[in-house]
């Protein structure tokens, strides 16, 4: 468990009494969260939760039915996606979303679009490639030709392109091998160790735990545990009942 940077100030990232609903039926009933400069803060939960609700919800990919999102003193809650991301909010999906047919470097620098992204796009492609040294030797090649792990890496450094304030990571290490799982763990942990502020949505909840600084977790479009990662992974009913541990 990492030490908890100091969170001495406003969060960057507050979300109030959110709520949201698909065709009338309520996904979230009400969540509050913060999620502080430097903080790797995990949303756990089982499938339906309402975890890639919430991740939908601040880039601006869901309409809000009510309660706020705010980004320092921006109120996120009206503006599209594209304003959202140029604030500096990158959303990495589940299911990676990658540009198949275009090659690795364009689908990097699709990342770059903002402004501010755009004046340093090529020390961020070197800090990318850096990171994953798997797309330097493939900047040439068609995206949909890497394997599953080496999209997945795309995926995220398509996002880091943007230089953002919050990196959203929604199952990062869905579907990959362990090898490269444990490999996309150690990615975000040096991220981390960067001063990177992480929102993370992962499946391998104990390995979720054990990285994050704080965690919360979703029940049904509630929060109903929160807390330092390693007190929920001590806690029997939080196990029993929502880990599935």
């Given at each position: 468990m990492p030490a908890s940077p100091e969170r001495?100030?406003?969060?960057?990232?507050?979300?109030e009494d959110l709520r949201v609903s698909y065709g009338g039926v309520p996904a979230l009933h009400g969540i509050s969260f913060e999620v502080y400069p430097g903080e790797v803060?995990?949303?756990?939960g089982a499938n339906g939760a309402g975890k890639s609700t919430t991740l939908r919800a601040i880039s601006g990919?869901?309409?809000?039915?009510?309660?706020s999102i705010r980004l320092d003193a921006h109120h996120l809650n009206a503006m599209p996606?594209?304003?959202?991301?140029?604030l500096g909010i990158a959303h990495v999906p589940e299911g990676r979303r990658i540009f198949?047919?275009?090659?690795?470097?364009?689908?990097?620098?699709?990342g770059s679009y903002p402004r501010t992204a755009r004046a340093v796009e090529q020390q961020t492609l070197e800090e990318v490639l850096t990171l994953f040294p798997r797309l330097r030797e493939r900047l040439t090649q068609s995206a949909g030709t890497l394997s599953g792990g080496e999209q997945q890496m795309l995926a995220i450094g398509r996002g880091l392109m943007l230089r953002p304030r919050l990196l959203?990571?929604?199952?990062?290490?869905?579907?990959?091998?362990?090898?490269?799982v444990e490999g996309i763990f150690d990615v975000v942990r040096t991220l981390s160790a960067n001063g990177m502020t992480i929102l993370l949505?992962?499946?391998?909840?104990?390995?979720?735990?054990?990285?994050?600084?704080?965690?919360?977790?979703?029940?049904?479009?509630?929060?109903v545990a929160a807390g330092v990662g390693s007190d929920l992974l001590a806690s029997d009913m939080v196990r029993r009942a929502y880990l599935g541990l």
């Amino acid at each position: 468990m990492p030490a908890s940077p100091e969170r001495a100030g406003a969060p960057l990232l507050a979300v109030e009494d959110l709520r949201v609903s698909y065709g009338g039926v309520p996904a979230l009933h009400g969540i509050s969260f913060e999620v502080y400069p430097g903080e790797v803060v995990a949303l756990v939960g089982a499938n339906g939760a309402g975890k890639s609700t919430t991740l939908r919800a601040i880039s601006g990919l869901v309409a809000v039915d009510s309660g706020s999102i705010r980004l320092d003193a921006h109120h996120l809650n009206a503006m599209p996606p594209h304003a959202i991301a140029a604030l500096g909010i990158a959303h990495v999906p589940e299911g990676r979303r990658i540009f198949s047919r275009l090659t690795v470097l364009q689908n990097l620098l699709l990342g770059s679009y903002p402004r501010t992204a755009r004046a340093v796009e090529q020390q961020t492609l070197e800090e990318v490639l850096t990171l994953f040294p798997r797309l330097r030797e493939r900047l040439t090649q068609s995206a949909g030709t890497l394997s599953g792990g080496e999209q997945q890496m795309l995926a995220i450094g398509r996002g880091l392109m943007l230089r953002p304030r919050l990196l959203m990571l929604d199952e990062p290490s869905l579907g990959l091998a362990p090898l490269v799982v444990e490999g996309i763990f150690d990615v975000v942990r040096t991220l981390s160790a960067n001063g990177m502020t992480i929102l993370l949505i992962e499946q391998n909840v104990r390995e979720t735990l054990m990285l994050a600084h704080r965690a919360y977790v979703l029940q049904v479009g509630q929060i109903v545990a929160a807390g330092v990662g390693s007190d929920l992974l001590a806690s029997d009913m939080v196990r029993r009942a929502y880990l599935g541990l």
